[in-house]
């Protein structure tokens, strides 16, 4: 009996300390690149989006290239946000990626104008040749 109790309390403390994410939850990166993803098309400016086209429809698109449907992101987005410490450093990252990706963007704008800045001399041939 007590061989017993001493293996069902053995079981009990692995399985109580396995962190087994369930089945119906999306991998960690898989979440963190929709959320990505859906910061950016929360924040995104009207005029970007195409004529006719919605955040919603931008969303379902998400949706659809990570083969993720709205309620398994939802359930999985509810499953991180348990472990509070853990969703803040996920959030953390998230942060710090669209950090990185907004200066890239800045960086490439800049450069772009560096490049495409006309010398005085060629405006001013510009004009007098009208």
Do not use: W
């Not at 509810?78 to 990185?100: A, G």
């Amino acid at each position: 009996m007590k061989r017993i109790l001493t293996i069902s309390a053995f079981f009990l403390l692995f399985v109580a300390c396995t962190d087994s994410v369930p089945e119906h939850v999306i991998d960690e990166e898989t979440y963190e690149r929709m959320f990505i993803e859906f910061a950016i098309v929360n924040q995104m400016d009207r005029n970007l989006l195409e004529e006719n086209q919605t955040r919603d429809d931008l969303r379902a698109k998400i949706y659809d290239f990570y083969g993720v449907t709205e309620e398994e992101f939802s359930l999985s987005h509810e499953y991180y946000e348990n472990d509070l410490d853990e969703q803040l450093e996920r959030l953390e990252r998230i942060n710090q990626i669209i950090r990185e990706e907004r200066d890239k963007i800045s960086e490439a704008e800049e450069e772009h104008r560096r490049q495409n800045i006309e010398a005085p001399d060629s405006i001013r041939q510009r004009i007098l040749n009208r």
